[in-house]
Structures are given as C-alpha cells and as structure tokens.
C-alpha cells in the first residue's frame, strides 16, 4: 500500500511564501512513472486539484494559482513539491499530494496552509 506524507504547511500572512512536500512510499509503487498532483480543501468546499506533473514533468496548475504556485519533483527521493508565492487569504486549506489522475492512492493527513495577517 502506498503512504503519502504531506509536509511544509503552516500561517503565513497574505504574500508571503511556503513550499509543501510529499513523500510516496510503498512496496510495488514506482513514483517515477506515476503522475502526480496537489490537491487542496477549504472549508465547506470540495476538494480540488491545483497543480500537477507528469512522469516528463510536464506541470498543469488551477487558473486561481497559476504563476504563484510551482510544481516540481525528485524522483530520486519520491518527493514531490508545491512552492507557493504571493500567498493569499483565498488559498487557506488542507493541502494533499497524490496521483493526478482523479487521486486513486490513499491519501494522506494533508498539511494545513493558513493565510491571514
């Protein structure tokens, strides 16, 4: 079975920078060839996917974060990363990693990101 933990969360005021992390483990799970992608979840709200990269990393992002937030990947360390810049209120949430095609791994306990001043 695959565990993601997701890391980096925090408060930070409006503006300000985080960089989130996730780390995928899992005996028969082979992270470089699998696409994966942040989610988030405000709340009331229904989860959502903000960014995304391909095993070529190739990167998607959400209109609301596109040019503020930065998806990247070590496959060497099973990792994935969401920098996150010019933060605003609006991106409050519990943010998850996991595969980008409709999130079929289990997921993790999420990191909560809080923007407010």
């Known amino acids: 079975q695959v565990q993601l933990v997701e890391s980096g969360g925090g408060l930070v005021q409006p503006g300000g920078s985080l960089r989130l992390s996730c780390v995928a483990s899992?005996?028969?799970?082979?992270?470089?060839?699998?696409?994966m992608g942040w989610y988030r979840q405000a709340p009331g709200k229904q989860r959502e996917l903000v960014a995304s990269?391909?095993?070529?990393?190739?990167?998607t992002y959400a209109d609301s974060v596109k040019g503020r937030f930065t998806i990247s990947r070590d496959n060497t360390k099973n990792t994935v990363y969401l920098q996150m810049n010019s933060l605003k209120p609006e991106d409050t949430a519990v943010y998850y990693c996991?595969?980008?095609?409709?999130?079929?791994?289990?997921w993790g306990q999420g990191t909560q990101v809080t923007v407010s001043s």
């Open positions: 990269i391909t095993s070529t990393e190739l990167t």
């Open positions: 899992g005996s028969r799970f082979i992270f470089g060839i699998t696409a």
């Open positions: 996991n595969d980008a095609n409709g999130g079929r791994l289990s």
